[in-house]
């Protein structure tokens, strides 16, 4: 109480500031992502009604990730906005304890997912507008989201050993009301109050520069070359092909004999390696080329959904989640280092791309999949998320480097 008490009263440093926020908003997500599932199945849903309700509100979500941000203009509106977004997701969780009917249920979901969703890509704007003041090391900052997934993950699963599904929306409640705590913590250093298309331009003209380019931007052009047509549909269904995962691993482990507080430690194991693998595996793949990186991340997500197709067996499930840091964080690595070789301007239209198709369409479209394949064929379904990712390994093209 006294700690409590103590960052009411006192103005934290900005690198302190975003890490309290990144915490307690990831722990919302550590709920949200693993257990979302099992809460509707607790509600009576089939595994097919979850699959569409997921759907839809992960098409809200990428809505809400892609709009809100751009009605902002200021660094200054950026933690107000925060605030702002945060009590209304805290009110919108709190309806979630009341009892709906499915129809007034996936418009609260939308709702939810739409309004919480800009809170990751506002906050990254407030760590960017700072750093233009202060120094920090963002990587350090944002480490305190996987810590806050973490401790959420694991700390659900324990009181699911105790208490029935509801203790999820409590702990989903809880979590929002912390975030919002978080937001009206005082801080030492006012960010940057540039407008944001000001500082767009003076970054563009720096990055082109750098690069001496003197070409104009296309848009048309951009999207049409072929290396970034088959990079984004390959990322996509890799990425895509954990919706099965994220949406029912929970209530698949469960229904496999595990009680909620091992499920909630094998999600967090995986968070885990995450984690160890952003810090230290640049070292390990600073020399591979963008195009071996992007090849292993995909063979072993097709590995580690016929594995996860055929075994229940713990070890093997350690195993599995152990992937995690080639199937996810190698992709992503790939990626980023992808978008990187175009100027500044390019780079916001391909960040937006590839946050849209592979954490928006791809997971929508594929967790839809999922309800209805599960449904029918069972954990064969894996299976199916195999071959998508093996498509994925596919369609990687064999010259990476920019081509405009």
């Known amino acids: 109480m006294q700690n409590t008490l ?81 009590i209304l997701g805290a009110m919108t969780a709190s309806a979630f304890l009341v009892p709906l009917n499915w129809v007034l249920l ?129 990322i996509m269904l890799v990425q895509g092909s954990h919706a099965a995962y994220y949406s029912f691993a929970a209530t698949y482990w469960s229904d496999a004999g595990y009680s909620d507080t091992i499920v909630g430690m094998l999600i967090a194991f995986s968070v885990g390696v995450e984690i160890l693998f952003f810090a230290f595996g640049h070292k390990l793949v600073s020399r591979w080329t963008i195009r071996s990186l992007l090849i292993c991340s995909a063979i072993f997500t097709v590995l580690r959904w016929i594995l996860m197709a055929n075994f229940t067996f713990l070890p093997t499930i350690l195993l599995m989640q152990s992937f995690h840091a080639f199937t996810y964080v190698m992709g992503h690595m790939a990626i980023m280092r992808f978008i990187s070789q175009y100027t500044a301007q390019e780079i916001i239209y391909l960040q937006a791309a590839y946050a849209t198709m592979a954490s928006g369409v791809g997971l929508a479209i594929f967790t839809a999949l999922s309800g209805v394949l599960l449904s029918e064929i069972g954990t064969h379904t894996f299976y199916v998320m195999a071959g998508i990712a093996f498509i994925g390994l596919c369609l990687i093209p064999s010259n990476l480097t920019r081509q405009i």
């Open 106 to 234: 996936l418009l609260l979901m939308v709702l939810y997912n739409f309004i919480i969703s800009p809170c990751i890509p506002l906050t990254d704007s407030l760590s960017a507008a700072w750093q233009k003041k202060v120094y920090f090391e963002y990587g350090k900052v944002r480490l305190w989201g996987s810590i806050g997934f973490i401790i959420a993950s694991t700390g659900v699963g324990i009181l699911l050993d105790l208490f029935d599904y509801k203790a999820i929306i409590i702990c989903l409640l809880i979590t929002q009301i912390t975030f919002v705590i978080s937001t009206f913590l005082k801080y030492t250093i006012k960010p940057d109050e540039n407008n944001f298309n000001d500082n767009a331009l003076t970054d563009l003209n720096q990055q082109n520069k750098l690069n001496n380019h003197k070409q104009s931007f296309d848009f048309k052009a951009l999207f049409l070359t072929p290396s970034i047509i088959l990079v984004l549909l390959s």
């Open 6 to 86: 103590f960052l009411l009263r006192n103005k934290l440093s900005p690198n302190r500031w975003l890490s309290f926020s990144y915490l307690t908003f990831f722990m919302s997500r550590g709920i949200l992502i693993p257990y979302w599932a099992k809460w509707l199945q607790g509600l009576g849903y089939t595994n097919q009604d979850i699959g569409n309700m997921i759907a839809i509100s992960l098409i809200a979500r990428s809505l809400g990730t892609l709009i809100v941000p751009l009605m902002l203009k200021k660094s200054e509106h950026l933690i107000p906005s925060l605030r702002i977004l945060g």
